[in-house]
């Protein structure tokens, strides 16, 4: 079995900064994309950033210029470095892996448990 295991959430003002952290664990041949999501309440899950296992990156416009996402792939992390936050990036922030655990090239996605990520104004 994959687990993803997040740290990093709080309670932050308007302007600040977090750092957000994934660990993936387990029987693990590789791993291609990782990213991060977030849902607020009452809204659908949505992309927030994807790193490829080349290092490529990929934000959605809202967190461009605010937001660094970087990985490490000798140990199997994530993570993502949020600056200048808005009271709109509050959500349930949640990591995903694309994760090779049989050696045969075919991935399978796995979830993080979600860390609460609030933004007071």
């Known amino acids: 079995q994959v687990q993803l295991v997040e740290s990093g959430g709080g309670l932050v003002q308007a302007g600040g900064s977090l750092r957000l952290s994934c660990a993936a664990s387990?029987?693990?041949?590789?791993?291609?994309?990782m990213g991060w999501y977030r849902q607020a309440p009452g809204k659908e899950r949505e992309l927030v950033a994807s790193i490829t296992s080349g290092g490529g990156t990929n934000y959605a416009d809202s967190v461009k210029g605010r937001f660094t996402i970087s990985r490490d792939n000798a140990k199997n992390t994530v993570s993502l470095q949020m600056n200048s936050l808005k009271p709109e990036d509050t959500a349930v922030y949640y990591c995903?892996?694309?994760?090779?655990?049989?050696?045969?090239?075919?991935?399978?996605?796995?979830w993080g448990q979600g860390t609460q990520v609030t933004v007071s104004s």
């Open positions: 387990g029987i693990i041949f590789r791993i291609n994309a």
């Open positions: 995903n892996a694309a994760v090779d655990y049989s050696g045969n090239y075919r991935f399978s996605s796995y």
